[in-house]
């Protein structure tokens, strides 16, 4: 028998020095949402590509309404990574000052209060533990 949905709202994703809440979408991409509520808490340790924090997550997982437009604040699944990527700002690929991601993700939430965000975010250190909880 599948596991029962489990509808959650927002997750929290605390950092070594500061946390914030994300809203999460499910209008654009669902099952991206219930692997990972399935998977509450979890942990990883942070990486960087220009202005994107994201961190490796053991799931194997289908990609799910993939995009390549994504926005600041906005919080995706990197299927070819197994990786939750968070976008703040320009990425190596981006021509101005809108991020662009790797490859095509599966963007599932949004932060709240991004501009309250986005500084810390720029501080985040290569090997900062994420964790990640219901909100």
């Given at each position: ?18 946390s ?9 991409n ?39 437009d994504?926005?600041i ?23 101005g000052?809108?991020p ?16 309250g ?9 290569h ?9």
């Open positions: 028998m599948p596991p029962k949905p489990v509808k959650i709202t927002r997750l929290k994703f605390s950092f070594p020095r500061f914030f809440t994300a809203k999460l979408l499910y209008s654009k669902p099952k991206t949402i219930q692997k990972i509520a399935e998977n509450l808490p979890f942990e990883g340790y942070a990486e960087r590509w220009g202005e994107e924090v994201y961190f490796s997550t053991d799931w194997n997982m289908p990609s799910e309404s993939e995009t390549k994504v926005g604040g906005d919080i995706a699944f990197w299927p070819p990574g197994s990786a939750i990527a968070i976008f703040f700002g320009p990425t190596p690929l981006s021509k000052s809108k662009v991601p790797a490859s095509a993700v599966s963007v599932f939430a949004t932060v709240e209060n991004v501009k965000v986005l500084s810390h975010l720029r501080e985040v250190r090997d900062d533990k994420i964790r990640v909880s219901k909100a």
